[in-house]
T-cell receptor, first 111, second 112 residues
Framework: GIQVEQSPPDLILQEGANSTLRCNFS?????LQWFHQNPWGQLINLFY???GTKQNGRLSATTVATERYSLLYISSSQTTDSGVYFC?????????????FGAGTQVVVTP | DGGITQSPKYLFRKEGQNVTLSCEQN?????MYWYRQDPGQGLRLIYY???????QKGDIAEGYSVSREKKESFPLTVTSAQKNPTAFYLC???????????FGNGTRLTVT
């Protein structure tokens, strides 16, 4: 199946800093999503972005499908941005519905 | 408010007992999913259902069973055959093909 690698595994930021999280995948995809899991375990869908660029407030994401990677940008980070960020993909050869999750990037934003 | 409800939030069982986790959605989504998360790890797909009365095994279906008799409900049974059932279980739903996935708040199952 498709492989998903996220980097870095851990990130410590001071409040106000900017950061970039990366998701590499091993094959062509027709579905790519970014999620944020807060410290209480709740998972929120941030972006559905199989290609192109999207922005939502201080967060933005870019997927370059031809080069098999996606980037999540966090600008002016806040303590509420802490948690784990997951990238999930569905390969073009998989049956739909089988999103494969990466191991995540643990982000800690300090005041 | 539309959403996905998982109950209970915490569940404790003795080894050898089957246990059923509830998942209900009022988003009118066709597709529903069950994922398992172990500490410090990503999510792994247990079962998914694209339509009522149909479901497929995910990557780690052994020791689990599901049913999809109603569009809004997708219960997961953790059987005694599951060797390491203690985990965080997350239910999700989506409108279908290539659409965003939305999660419930999860059930933490502890088996001793």
């Amino acid at each position: 199946g498709i492989q998903v690698e996220q980097s870095p595994p851990d990130l410590i930021l001071q409040e106000g800093a900017n950061s970039t999280l990366r998701c590499n995948f091993s094959d062509s995809v027709n579905n790519l999503q970014w999620f944020h899991q807060n410290p209480w375990g709740q998972l929120i869908n941030l972006f559905y972005i199989p290609s192109g660029t999207k922005q939502n407030g201080r967060l933005s994401a870019t997927t370059v499908a031809t080069e098999r990677y996606s980037l999540l940008y966090i600008s002016s980070s806040q303590t509420t941005d802490s948690g784990v960020y997951f990238c999930a993909v569905e390969g073009t050869t998989d049956s739909w519905g089988k999103l494969q999750f990466g191991a995540g990037t643990q982000v800690v934003v300090t005041p | 408010d539309g959403g996905i409800t998982q109950s209970p939030k915490y569940l404790f069982r003795k080894e050898g007992q089957n246990v059923t986790l509830s998942c209900e959605q009022n988003l009118n989504h066709d597709a529903m999913y069950w994922y398992r998360q172990d500490p410090g790890q990503g999510l792994r797909l247990i079962y998914y259902s694209q339509i009522v009365n149909d479901f497929q095994k995910g990557d780690i279906a052994e020791g689990y069973s599901v049913s999809r008799e109603k569009k809004e409900s997708f219960p997961l049974t953790v059987t005694s055959a599951q060797k390491n059932p203690t985990a965080f279980y997350l239910c999700a739903s989506s409108m279908g093909y290539n659409s965003p996935l939305h999660f419930g708040n999860g059930t933490r199952l502890t088996v001793t």
